[in-house]
């Protein structure tokens, strides 16, 4: 396919180009100037009153199935993957749009494990050199390591040695390996920089002296300041992804209603504000750290795709310019994870390309007013193929999570049966912000959040009798009426009210990822 998009703003490493017009073929970028370059037989694109801007990159994340494609839906079109599993990265397609570190390095028990099913540690440093070559056999694209000993979340977690991280460090570099190290605090930061790491996974989370910022002033940072905002409730009582109307709009039901459930779960009394992470980064940036924005999706509250957008606002709320918080995901990523034709628009690069309405080189937030997005010169067009394969695979990295962290503590709050007598599961309370919320067998609201003996009392009172009740349900479409003629944990049978649908006698199954449930209407 070939076409040129003409009279628009072209934006590369942060600045306006001289010309208006850009031409694309057989997946690349042919030529850039005036009107005159477009060729007979190609589809002209009027890119008036837009930015055309290279596919953006979102430097942190952990793949799930059908990542790629919604990803790409928001304009991001490459995802560096820093730890998943190799069955997650070879199901990923096209695998073009995605660099990984495959299975990041660890010591036994450490972070992120409980996240994930056995997998090979690093006991010391003379395991580095099989560990590193075990990844590369793998198909890594850069190197993931761990050095957290929880210490910046109160915890006392395994974590690798000083020596062990150089180790590693030194024996990717002689394979050619960007290293790129997870901490949490402004000590472990400075520690895994003098070990010679490229890249911060996080910005610390503990204000960083001036001679902590100096002394890990030669790597570049991802960012990451969405994790520990937007995976909270905001002012509206749900999470801030959800109040972005432009990003919702493009926003699948399954993944929405998988924020709309995050909104509900527990979270802790007092969330982090993400101040002494903005300040870091700002100071960081002052000294030419190079900062590179990244989301950790599917966090809670992060979405692929989505959520870059609301990163690179984060960035400029840190004090980045626009067009700073754009280079972040854009050019610089190219620039650190030697990407020689991703990231820009220059003649030869792949047509990666992100057409949005406005100047986000001035106002940051039109990169989310999104006119068209190409992958290879080829416009995307969402599929839902593997939606519902990502969405279980979350929940599935969810329970594990949950079922450790129980283990760990056994008073974590985590959702109850409530039983009967004779033993059948009359519902579930399930621990939220503000309480317990009393639910039916299948999850569905059976009051507001109360203290846990009122919500046991509610589905002990209502949990089997509100299933007979009139529900209001809906699919994509407005709420209506609808009566369940059968309910699993995982699906519900119902009948619509409505007399003038053709229904079988006996309702539909939904699983519960296709439909909302309320006992109230609700606004549409």
Not at 184 to 211: I, K
Not at 508 to 517: E, S, V
Request: glycine share 10%; aromatic share 6%; proline share 8%.
């Amino acid at each position: 396919m070939a076409f040129t998009i003409l009279h628009t703003r072209l934006a590369d490493r942060g600045a306006a180009l001289p010309a208006d017009c850009l031409r694309v073929a057989h997946g690349r970028i042919t030529a850039i100037g005036g009107p005159e370059i477009a060729q007979p037989g190609d589809t002209l694109v009027d890119g008036s009153g837009a930015t055309l801007l290279p596919g953006l990159i979102d430097s942190h994340v952990h793949l799930a199935p059908g990542c790629v494609q919604l990803a790409a839906t928001y304009g991001v079109t490459t995802q560096l993957d820093q730890f998943s599993m190799p069955d997650v990265v070879v199901g990923e397609t096209p695998r073009t749009s995605v660099f990984t570190s495959g299975i990041g390095a660890t010591a036994p028990g450490g972070h992120p494990t409980i996240a994930f099913p056995p997998i090979p540690y690093v006991t010391g440093p003379e395991d580095a050199k099989q560990f590193v070559a075990d990844r590369i056999a793998d198909g890594a694209d850069h190197l993931k390591l761990i050095y957290d000993d929880g210490s910046g979340a109160m915890l006392n977690i395994p974590t690798l040695e000083s020596r062990t991280v150089q180790a590693l460090t030194e024996e990717a570099h002689a394979h050619g390996l960007t290293v790129v190290a997870h901490v949490s605090t402004a000590a472990g930061a400075v520690t895994v920089a003098e070990c010679g790491v490229d890249v911060l996974a996080h910005v610390p989370s503990d204000l960083m002296t001036p001679a902590q910022i100096e002394a890990v002033a030669g790597v570049a940072v991802i960012a990451t300041l969405g994790v520990a905002v937007d995976g909270f409730n905001g002012p509206s009582g749900h999470l801030p992804l959800l109040d972005e109307p432009e990003l919702m709009a493009r926003m699948p039901a399954r993944w929405r209603r998988v924020l709309d459930h995050q909104s509900r779960r527990w979270m802790p009394p007092e969330p982090p504000d993400g101040t002494a992470a903005r300040a870091n980064t700002l100071a960081l940036h002052r000294v030419g750290v190079r900062v590179l924005a990244g989301t950790d999706a599917p966090n809670p509250g992060l979405v692929f795709g989505a959520s870059l957008h609301r990163e690179l606002v984060h960035l400029v709320r840190a004090g980045l310019t626009p067009a700073e918080a754009v280079v972040a995901a854009t050019s610089a990523p190219a620039d650190v994870f030697g990407f020689a034709y991703r990231g820009r628009l220059t003649v030869g690069a792949r047509a990666d390309l992100l057409l949005v309405d406005g100047d986000p080189l001035t106002d940051i937030t039109a990169t989310q007013r999104i006119r068209q997005t190409w992958v290879e010169g080829e416009p995307i067009v969402y599929s839902d193929a593997r939606e519902l394969a990502g969405i279980r695979f979350l929940g599935e990295t969810t329970a594990r999570i949950v079922a450790a962290l129980k283990e760990m503590w056994p008073g974590f709050p985590s959702p109850e049966d409530v039983v009967r007598e004779d033993g059948e599961v009359l519902g579930r309370v399930v621990p939220v912000t503000g309480g317990w919320l009393p639910t039916t067998v299948f999850g569905g609201a059976l009051g507001p959040a109360c203290s846990r003996d009122d919500a046991v009392e509610t589905v002990e009172h209502e949990g089997l009798a509100s299933l007979t009740e009139t529900w209001w349900a809906r699919t994509d479409g407005p709420w209506q009426e609808a009566v369940l003629t059968e309910v699993q944990p995982e699906r519900v049978r119902l009948r619509w009210r409505d007399p003038l649908l053709d229904q079988a006698p006996s309702g539909q199954w939904y699983d519960l990822t296709d439909i909302d449930l309320s006992r109230q209407p609700l606004p549409t």
